[in-house]
């Protein structure tokens, strides 16, 4: 008894040791013509049924058992988006790398996904409403070896892509190019690829997919069941609301709002902010030779600033364009000389004091823009021009000043008025605006505080 156990374990021995040794490997690398590795290339023999394809090196091992059956057949190298290419296996050597051709041809969108795919967001839209599908964004890019993967096996005649085909309008999103990134940035479609995000018809996001599925290797059971767990549009979609307002939050199968990307928001992560400013008074007067209107006159402007404070420096920078209605005053007979500018003074802070409140000394040289201008002593407008019962269009000057901010969006600021273009078109009169000012500016827009 025990002989026969002897003589069996032998024979297994021998059975098994020859079929090693008979057994053999074969191994290679896929490259393309950058040298970069292809991922998920086919490998098989012409006329037999060994095969394999490449891992995310580009690597491969085919397992030949039987060598000299397959001494006189020929390797196919394939991948959807290269050349084919067939070497005699009598002409390779083990580890040897293959170069495959970029097949640019079958890079077109139109050629690779006609049949299975959409490469324009609108018509996917209008075919998606047409026959209430939902869409599915397939974000992808060259580089990405699963994204080709997913590319294969979605135009390969399969369960999945008949399915998808079934169910769904897909749609794919080249990162690439413009209109990918463009769909990408409104979705959210992560930093990484492969994405897939499921719409309805009207743009409201139902689920969403990052990367691929993965179980010891690709788990193409996993990707058919979330494409059937998601294939039926819900019945309610008040719940749901459109791309531009909500997201949905994966993890806990809930909606979450999205915040809406504002002019406010963006502006508060850089250095710029925008005022409204109120010019609670102006003093003015015309500094003329003529003394007919040289007692002063309270006016008032308003407009916007655009204000830049580079953080930790005492230097700010306000750009103004606003409304100043000024003028003089004839104090004989109380009537008033008005003139209405469209006014661009350019502020130039320092701040020299931050404690219990901010401090800045400043100067903003300025041109103005005549508006309008009446003389009310004699009830008439006043035209700009050049002759000599007209007023100059144009007029600049200089305000120094003081600024004060007692709260972070508030600043008011306080100085005198310095007009250097003589106004008059009177060769033997001159006529300037000069007076004392005090505005106020609030944040409508941008950062919290003016430190």
């Known amino acids: 008894m025990d002989l026969n156990k002897k003589t069996i374990v032998y024979f297994l021995f021998l059975f098994i040791s020859n079929s090693i040794l008979s057994q053999t490997n074969f191994s290679g690398k896929v490259l393309d013509n950058r040298h970069q590795p292809i991922l998920y290339a086919n490998i098989c023999f012409k006329e037999s049924n060994i095969g394999t394809i490449t891992d995310k090196n580009g690597e491969f091992t085919l397992i030949i058992t039987e060598e000299e059956s397959i001494l006189n057949d020929s390797l196919i190298f394939s991948h959807l988006n290269y050349k084919n290419k067939t070497i005699a296996y009598s002409d390779l050597n083990s580890n040897d790398s293959i170069v495959l051709e970029q097949d640019y041809y079958n890079l077109s969108e139109v050629a690779i996904y006609a049949q ?64 990918g990134m463009k769909l990408k940035r409104l979705y959210g479609s992560g930093s990484g690829v492969p994405n897939f995000i499921v719409i309805t018809p009207d743009e409201r996001i139902i689920a969403k997919h990052s990367g691929g599925w993965w179980n010891d290797g690709m788990d193409d059971e996993a990707c058919l069941n979330f494409l059937k767990q998601y294939s039926k549009i819900p019945e309610k979609l008040e719940g749901i609301k459109q791309i531009r307002q909500t997201n949905y939050d994966f993890s806990t199968n809930e909606l979450r709002k999205r915040p809406i990307p504002t002019f406010d928001k963006n502006l508060k992560k850089t250095n710029w902010r925008v005022l409204l400013n109120l010019g609670l008074i102006n003093v003015t007067n015309i500094m003329s030779s003529n003394d007919e209107y040289s007692s002063s006159k309270i006016g008032y402007d308003f407009g916007l600033y655009l204000y830049y404070n580079k953080k930790g420096s005492n230097f700010s920078f306000q750009q103004g364009l606003q409304f100043s209605s000024q003028g003089g005053r004839n104090s004989a007979v109380s009537k008033n000389f008005r003139m209405n500018y469209l006014e661009m003074p350019l502020r130039v802070n320092y701040q020299f004091y931050n404690k219990s409140f901010i401090m800045k000394g400043g100067f903003a040289p300025y041109v103005s823009y005549g508006l309008t201008a009446k003389n009310k002593i004699i009830n008439e407008r006043i035209n700009f021009g050049s002759n000599p019962n007209e007023l100059k269009r144009w007029d600049y000057g200089i305000m120094p000043g003081l600024t004060i901010s007692p709260i972070g969006n508030m600043e008011i600021f306080t100085g005198y008025k310095i007009g250097l273009n003589n106004i008059s078109n009177i060769s033997k009169e001159t006529m300037y605006n000069r007076g004392f000012y005090m505005r106020m500016t609030i944040k409508i827009f941008g950062s919290e505080t003016y430190k």
């Open 116 to 179: 299975y795919a959409h490469n324009s967001y609108r018509l996917a839209l209008s075919d998606s409403k047409e026959k209430w599908k939902p869409i599915i964004l397939f974000f992808t890019a060259s580089y990405c070896g699963p994204c080709k993967y997913y590319k294969n096996l979605f135009a390969a005649d399969n369960k999945i892509s008949r399915f998808l085909k079934e169910n769904y309008t897909l749609i794919i999103c080249d990162i690439q190019t413009k209109p």
